[in-house]
């Protein structure tokens, strides 16, 4: 009766130790995949002159550096460890501020803004479709386009491509105005 009761024990105590392995393992996996739920805006507002080409068909534009450190960003807003789980853009929109030939922004009847990064493809992220505004591009944003592997990159650019119903050459000032959402984790 003593060894039944020894080896129903030891063998009760082998059960509650691989488990409590197995257990542990889990947590670590749990812990790896955790997300603080707190997404944060970061504002991307850059102001530049660029050679501003309108045609039938898409032109695209020069592109522009983002000038976005990310990394540096959210070690500015949280402690620890934390890196980019995920990130889109949540608004962009251009302005114009000035033009050498006296073209606006109503020559643009189509546009789609493109994001670029070293190792990376090229993607659509936001578009315009129609526009009628004179001074402004109000791109709607494509918020199933996961930007994080873009936006690890310091040398993240964007470009545009514009299409009007004619073909328009100018120097263009012009304001962009930007928002992406940033998740971070562990």
Same mark, same amino acid.
């Given at each position: 009766?003593?060894k ?7 063998t009760?105590?082998?059960? *509650? ?23 944060f ?11 501003? !080409? *309108?045609?039938?068909?898409?032109? =695209? ?5 983002? %000038? ?14 934390l890196?980019?789980?995920?990130a ?5 929109s251009?302005?114009? *501020? ?7 922004? =109503? ?11 070293p %190792? $990376?493809?090229?993607? @659509? ?19 199933? @386009? ?8 310091? $040398?993240a !650019?964007?470009?545009i =491509?514009? =299409?009007g ?5 100018? $120097?263009?000032?012009?304001r962009?105005?930007?928002s992406?959402?940033? $998740?971070?984790?562990?």
């Amino acid at each position: 009766m003593k060894k039944l009761i020894t080896n129903i024990f030891m063998t009760s105590a082998l059960i *509650v130790g691989i488990s409590t392995i197995n257990s542990c393992s889990k947590v670590d996996d749990i812990i790896d995949n955790i997300t603080i739920p707190v997404p944060f805006d970061i504002p991307v507002n850059i102001e530049t002159e660029i050679p501003f !080409a *309108v045609a039938t068909e898409y032109v =695209k534009s020069p592109s522009i550096p983002l %000038g976005l450190d990310l990394d540096k960003e959210i070690k500015e807003r949280f402690e620890g460890n934390l890196t980019v789980k995920s990130a889109k853009l949540t608004s962009f929109s251009i302005s114009q *501020v000035s033009s050498v030939g006296g073209i606006n922004l =109503k020559a643009v009847s189509d546009a789609e803004l493109w994001i670029s990064a070293p %190792g $990376q493809e090229d993607k @659509v992220i936001a578009t315009v479709t129609n526009n009628t505004s004179e001074t402004a591009l109000s791109f709607t944003p494509d918020t199933t @386009v996961e930007l994080m592997n873009y936006l690890k990159s310091t $040398q993240a !650019a964007i470009y545009i =491509k514009v =299409k009007g119903p004619e073909n328009k050459v100018d $120097q263009m000032k012009i304001r962009i105005n930007s928002s992406f959402k940033i $998740q971070v984790g562990l």
